[in-house]
Every structure is written in structure tokens, then in C-alpha cells.
């Protein structure tokens, strides 16, 4: 009995049961991610040498900025459409609410490729928005609407303003109604409730939204690859190219190196952030 | 509440709505068509596109590697996952906090680099099979899901009631079976079905992870789309989309569907 | 400022679900009345709906003269306490305080002046910076007194304030509340599922019961003459004995139950009907061994101790009553004694079938 006791307090039955899960995330996940980080600090030529090499090509440092822009210009999409949605959605009466949740809950369990394929039907050369627009005679000539910028940013609103609807649904679920009431019985409008108490208090939430919304288009691959093509490569496509078809290893490990660290280093910063002015927190 | 939302709300949210849903009808739509190029709407109905993806050998092939990998993976996930997550909540005070950080890492990075670290680093490192560097991406990345919703389920189990079956003679191990397991079904349920769609769906770890003979579905769909412009993969598409619906269904069936949204 | 609030023959649904129905109340000027029942009663409804978060199907709301029915809730000028605080967490105790003073247009040095008197009168001007989940379940509803009371409300409604704080803490809280509300001389509405709470701090109460009012009165002719078995019950008169006369002589009237006889006065009871209820509480009922006392005879069965007396589960003719004897001689399980109806302690219902 005391030795049970002693395995329980200690928590070596917790370490023993993680263990499985853990030894696999750290041997097959952490050290080969620090491998290929460490590796490009290893460069013969010198210990930035590849970090210098990429930030001296126009290319790279173009590609790199496109992709942050991109991913913001996603971000902000889907957060202001994704939290009208999402408000509209909290207060819909029962039923409909689960049908939206639903509906938003579909596409986000049908796969990338098939999504940004979607689009690849509607916004081709022969796709259905030129027919379209010929048809209406707007146009006479077919638009290149692939292989653009806003191709991508289409595809990728498309990808993620589900994901923001759900995770938005839930913050302002969370929201009490009692201090939405209290707001109103105070004298405030609809309108001043929602300045004033409403979106205060979602802010944390449209934090995380952003968030995942930001590293989610940051690093995502088959709708640029889709929709954006060569012209418009991005960090993930890149890493790609490189690694798998110019064989540039060290390259690729580069690539992957910024990545893994600006995405980290966004996700701590603004969930440091999201939680310091979480005021539900305490 | 009572008010409504502003009707210019309304009007945006069912724009959106429209934005979601189109282009999934479009792409059912295009699946039927009878043409040799893509078009909606569809001229001539014909299922002749989904019979084509079966003669395509490499559309067979990567299926059945996909559904072997997503349940395979799936399954270890679970196996190692159902035990960190009871091990998160039980021994919540014991264990230190980084180790729940831990398990969201496979998600928190990006899967693309996941994908090529796990390719340099292990497969060509160890010369590893692909077939097991696929299995082990993929564990991976649905591991996340399961400790997530397995913890979410075990955060309402009232932990007495394990202790109430051990103080009545339960051995601990058959406790979790008798007791514990029974309660977090549902949880394990959507655990299962998260986990597999996601694998079935992912992208960024398989591209690096394929080799000759194997690939799975989403990439052989990348492929074909880059060389063919038929509606082939328009049909590979809503066959996925009626395997989610199915398991939706499921879901609805055994859960009820709001239980995705958490 | 204070203003009569009147509601009449206010119904309400919920889907189809009937929730409320026709109720008629009218709260004078200055006077707090509690609305008093069971989860359910239809009473946290009927403050929603003077508040304005419901509309009521028929029937009107009325503030001093004003029609409340139809304005949302932001117009409606009422001050609200709720159940869980809803203080907002997102702002400072101070800025929760001011924030029905900014919605009145008032300009900050104001606003910041009314608030900062209004903590100073709940004692908790020291706070005034703190957030609002840094405070204590009592520090938070003085918050949100201070933040009802400072928009000047001529009418404050309370949704169970108490109901979140420790026994200690809901008595020291609702002296204050009442002395408040007495030395505003707002017309206040206050709903609790607390009796004590609710006879404690009322001018009147009114006792509903699944949607309906079953009386509107002070707290002490509740306690002592209800006016029907419903509020009997609730109010304690655990013992309900029907009766029918058999014999008037003048004022004194001879009923009988399951052949026993009991000589009631009119004097005492006021005019008594044929069939009616006599209802008591267990110190009603004296549990007495002498013979020769008039009273119901009965077997005494489980005995409980109760600090101030000893309990008795009776059995009798006229069905399983309790009463409560003296601590000096407890009686064992199974003597036979006579139950004593003690008149000031009795009251007389209508039967229910007569009603």
C-alpha cells in the first residue's frame, strides 16, 4: 500500500503513461526539427552563411514577404467576416445554430486539395467566373484570374474563415449574457453594448482566431501550390522546390529554419498577449 | 437575447455562407458532368468520372495506402495518446505544464517543416521504409487531436468515481477499462473520426513522405491536377466529401453534430 | 425620482410553453416587494420582463405613468442586481460604476465624481482601481449595487443577489441592501427563493407558484393567515386537517374529522364555513398526555431532536400529522396522547374543492 502511495504522489505512473507519447513527439518530432535547424548552422562556409545566402537573394526575400502579406491579408479577411458570421451564428436560435455549425464544420473536414481545387474550377481560364463574365458579355477576353495573388488569398480565405467562425462561435458563447443584459438595463444601446462590453471581451478570442488563422496561411502548401502556382511562390512551396526538386538541402533546412521560427514566435508572443489582457482570466 | 442582429449582419453571414457552400456544389456538379474538360454546370449527367478514378491504378493504390495509413496512424495515436491524456488530467499536479505543451507541438509547428525534418533527418538518416516514415508523420499529427479531445472528455469524468471503484476492490488497471474508458467514449469516438480525417487529408507531411509505389490520395490528386484538367478528381473529391458526410452522420448519430464545434 | 411600477394581466410564453399567466401586481412608490417561489415559479421571468430581455404575450408594464411594454431594455431606466454580478471584466471597479452614467452622456470628471461618491457609499471607494474578478463575492455585489443604484433608477430590481454568498455574508448583505433602498426610497423589486430573505427585507411579498400569483401581502399576515393550502405549505403550516361542521352554537362551532370532534370559536378564527381546512405548524399542535384534553388522539411514532423542542411523528384518525412537544419530558415511540390545536397558532383554509 505505501508503495502504491509513493507511485501515485510521485507522478510515476503519469511520466510512465505519457512516456509512449512522449518519446515520440520528442525522438520524432523535436530532434529532427533541432537536427535540421542545428544543421544549418554547420554551413562549411560559415555559421549564418546560408541565412546570409537567402536574405541576399531578391527571390527568397520576396518570397518571404509575400507569404507574410499574404497571411495577413487572409488574416484580417476572415477575422471581419469570419466574427460577423460568427456573432450572427451566436445569436440564431437553437436549431439553425447547429445547422451553421454544421455548415461550417463541413467544409472544414473536406480536405485542403479538394478545397483549393474548388477554386481552381471557378477561377480557370475556362472556369466558371470567365464563362461566366464572357457569357454576360462583361468581357470579352477571358481574365487570368490563377496564378495571382489574389488567387491565393481567395483560397485561403476560403480555408480558414470556417476554422474563425467556429473558434468565434465558441468565444462569444463564452461571453455571459448577464453582462450583455446588464449593459442594456445600464442604458446602453445595442450598438454602444457591442463597443463597450461585447467586443472588449472577445478581443483574447479574435487573438487566437488570428493566430491560427496567420500560421495556418503562413505555412499552408496546396492552395498556393493550386491556386498561386510558380508565379506566386510562397515559403511552402518553396521548401518544396527546393528540397525536393533542386535538392538544395541546405536551402530547404534554411527555409524551414524561418519558418519554424517566426510561426513559433508569433503563436508565444500573441498567446502571451491574449492572456494578459484576457479579463476572464481571473 | 431577444434582437436580432443587425439585418447587414444577416446579409454578410449569408454571404458567407454562400461563399462556403458554392464551390462544394460546383465541385459535385463538375464531377457529373460528361465532358472530358471541367464545366458547371455539368452538360450531360454521367458517373463515368467516378468509374475512371478506379481504372486509374495509381488512384486505386493511393486510397487504399491512405485509409491503411489514416486508420493505422489513427490507432497509435490512440494507443499512446488515450494514456498521456489520462496521465495530463489524473496526475495534473504531478506532471509539469510544459508536458501538456508537449503534445500541441506537432501542430504548433508547421507541418510542411515537420514533413521535411521527418524526411531528412529520420528516413533518409535511417533509411527507414517510407511506408513507416508516412505511418509515423501521420501519428504525429493527428496525436495532437486525440490527447486534445480525449483531455476535453476526461475534464468532466469525476475522478472519485475511479477512486469509489478501487476503495470497492477494483484493480486499478481494470478500473480504467470498467470504469474510466466506458465514460469517455464519446470522447474517444471524436477523437477517432478527428484523427482520421485529418490524416486522410493532410498534405504537408505526405508530400515529403512519398516514394516510389507509395503516395497517398491528396497527393496523387495534387499530381493529377497539375498534368489533367478532367473532372476526374472532381468525383476523387465528392467521394471524400460523401466519406465526410458519412461520418458526419455518425457523429450526429452517436454524439449529436454541435460536439465537432468544441 | 421614486415611481409606482404596476403590471396588468401581464402573460408570458416561452415557445409555447406557458410561463406566466395573468399576472396583475402593483408595487407602490418607494415600497420593496419580493417575489418569492420554487425555481420555476415564473418570478425570475417576471423580472425579465419588467427589465425588458422578454416580451410579455399580453398585458402591460407600467413605470410612474410610463408604458414600459414595448421599449428595449436599454430605455427603460431600470436598475438591475444580478444573480451572478455580471459585473463587466473587462473595466476597472470604478469605470463598471460609471459606465450607466457615460451611457447618459455625462462627461468624465462627472462621471468620475457620482461613481467615486457611490463606491464611498458602499464602502469600497478603496477598490475603485481594482479589477473587477480581483474582488470578493460581497465586494462584488456591493459593485454592483453602486453600479445599479448610481444611475438614479426609479426602479431597482434584484435576481437572487444573495444567492452566491455564504450564510454570514447574505444577512450582513441584505440589512445593507435594505437600508439603502429605504434611505433612496427606491421602488424596488427583489426576487429570492429565500423566505427568510425575502419576509427580512419586504414591505410585501408576493408567492407565486408555476406562473401564477398566489398572494400579494405583508410578510406577517403571510406567516400568519395564508390564504390558501399552497402558501400554507410554504410557509410552514406542515398539519392540514379537513373538517366539517356538524353543530353552531353562537360562536362556537363543532367540526368533525374521521370521528373525532374538535370545538373551534368563531371568535378566534372569524366566520368558519361547513367543510374547511384547519391548518397549523408542529408548534401548533400541543402533544399532550392528559386524557381529558380535547383534542385529537393519536400514536406518536418517530421522535427528532430539534434544539428548542422534540418532534413527533403522529399517527391519527384524520391522517400522519407533526407536532412538536416540550424538551422536559421527551415521550417514547407508541404512547398514545392527544394533539392539542392551539388557536392563535391555527388558521382556517378554504377546502380546496370549495375554491
Known sequence: M????????????????????????IGFLLIPIGAVIAGTFMDPRGVFAPYISYFNSGFRTTVLFRTLQIAAITTIISLIFGFMT??????????????????????????????????????????????????????????????????????????????????????LENIPKDVLQASSSLGASPLATFWQVLLPLAVPGLIVGAVLVFTGSFTAYATPQLLGGERQTVLATLLHQRAMVSFDWVGAST???????????????????????????? | MSDRPHPFLIVVAGLVYLFLMLPLVIVVGAALSDTTYLTFPPQGLSLRWFENIFEISAFRRTIVTSLQIAFLGTMIALLIGIPAAYALNRFRIELPKWLGTLFVLPILVPEIVFGFALLKSFTVGTGAPIFLSLLIGHTLIVLPYVVRVISASLASFDFSVEEAAISLGSAPVKTFFTIVLPNI????????????????????????????????????????VEQFFDPTVASVSVLLMFLTVAVMAVVERTLGLTFLAK | MTQPLDLQAVSAHYGTTKVLEDLSLSVQAGELVSLLGASGCGKTTTLRLIAGFLRPTTGSIQLGGRDLTRLPPHKRDIGLVFQN??????????????FGLKQRGLGSSERRKRAMAMLERVGLSALADRAPGALSGGQKQRVALARALVIEPPLLMFDEPLSNLDAKLRVDMRVEIRQLQRSNGTTSVYVTHDQEEAFSISDRVAIMSAGRLMQFDKPEILYRRPANTFVARFVGFENIIPLKVIAREGDVV????????????????????????????????????????????????LRTYLGRAYQYQCETAAGPLIANGS??????????????????????????GAR
Open chain 1, 86 to 171: 460568427a456573432y450572427v451564428v451566436s445569436r440564431a436560435p437553437g436549431k439553425l445554430k447547429s445547422l451553421l455549425i454544421v455548415a461550417a464544420v463541413f467544409p472544414l473536414l473536406t480536405g485542403v486539395v479538394v478545397r483549393a481545387f474548388a477554386w481552381l474550377i471557378i477561377l480557370g481560364r475556362n472556369g466558371i467566373l470567365n464563362q461566366t463574365l464572357l457569357g454576360l458579355g462583361i468581357t470579352s477576353e477571358p481574365l487570368e484570374m490563377l496564378y495571382t495573388q489574389g488567387a491565393v488569398i481567395i483560397g485561403m480565405v476560403y480555408l480558414f474563415v470556417p476554422l474563425m467562425v467556429l473558434s468565434l462561435v465558441g468565444v
Open chain 2, 185 to 224: 467514449r464519446a470522447g474517444v469516438i471524436a477523437a477517432f473520426i478527428l484523427a482520421f480525417i485529418t490524416s486522410l487529408n493532410d498534405v504537408s507531411v505526405s508530400l515529403f513522405l512519398t516514394g516510389p509505389g507509395i503516395s497517398t490520395l491528396p497527393i496523387q490528386i495534387l499530381a493529377h
Open chain 3, 85 to 98: 454580478y455580471a459585473l463587466f471584466p473587462h473595466l476597472s471597479v470604478l469605470d463598471n460604476v460609471a
Open chain 1, 2 to 25: 505505501t508503495s502504491r502511495r509513493f507511485w501515485r504522489r510521485s507522478g510515476a505512473t503519469g511520466w510512465a503513461l505519457s512516456a509512449p507519447a512522449t518519446l515520440a513527439v
Open chain 3, 327 to 352: 424538551l422536559t419530558a421527551p415521550l417514547e415511540a407508541g404512547t398514545g396522547v392527544k394533539l392539542v390545536p392551539m388557536p392563535e397558532q391555527c388558521t382556517i383554509l378554504a377546502s380546496e
Open chain 3, 254 to 301: 363543532t367540526a368533525e374529522t374521521a370521528g373525532v370532534t374538535l370545538r373551534l370559536s368563531q371568535a378566534v378564527y372569524g366566520a368558519i364555513p361547513d367543510t374547511f381546512l384547519l391548518a397549523t405548524r408542529p408548534d401548533g399542535l400541543v402533544v399532550s398526555t392528559d386524557p381529558a384534553a380535547e383534542g385529537l388522539p393519536a400514536r406518536l411514532g
Open chain 1, 255 to 282: 527555409i524551414a529554419a524561418i519558418m519554424t521560427v517566426i510561426t513559433i514566435t508569433i503563436v508565444l508572443a500573441m498567446s502571451h498577449i491574449a492572456r494578459r489582457i484576457n479579463p476572464m482570466a481571473t
